[in-house]
Nanobody
């Protein structure tokens, strides 16, 4: 069973930066992709960024120039650095892991609030 625990959310002023971290229990064995998603009330959960086992990254257009996703295999974590935060970045951010068996796992989410 894969468990994901997010951390690093909080209240940040517009223009500031934040680093979110996702701890993957048991490590990355069997995990093909880890991604960060976000959701605001009334809207669908959307992909922010993802990274594969091979280190291939993918970013949404809305954050591409401001975000960096990375993984630390020694610490079993995937981090998301977001710079130049905007009010539109306010959301609950979720970590997601896809297993090669097809199972998908979600963390409990961490709130990011950007004040103008």
């Amino acid at each position: 069973q894969v468990q994901l625990v997010e951390s690093g959310g909080g209240l940040v002023r517009a223009g500031g930066s934040l680093r979110l971290s996702c701890a993957v229990s048991g490590g990355f064995v069997g995990i093909s992709t880890v991604g960060w998603y976000r959701q605001t009330p009334g809207l669908q959960r959307e992909l922010v960024a993802s990274i594969t086992t091979a280190g291939i990254t993918n970013y949404s257009d809305s954050v591409k120039s401001r975000c960096t996703i990375s993984r630390d295999n020694a610490k079993n974590t995937v981090s998301l650095q977001i710079n130049n935060l905007k009010s539109d970045d306010t959301a609950i951010y979720y970590c997601n892991a896809r297993h090669w068996t097809g199972n998908t796992y979600w963390g409990q989410g961490t709130q990011v609030t950007v004040s103008s």
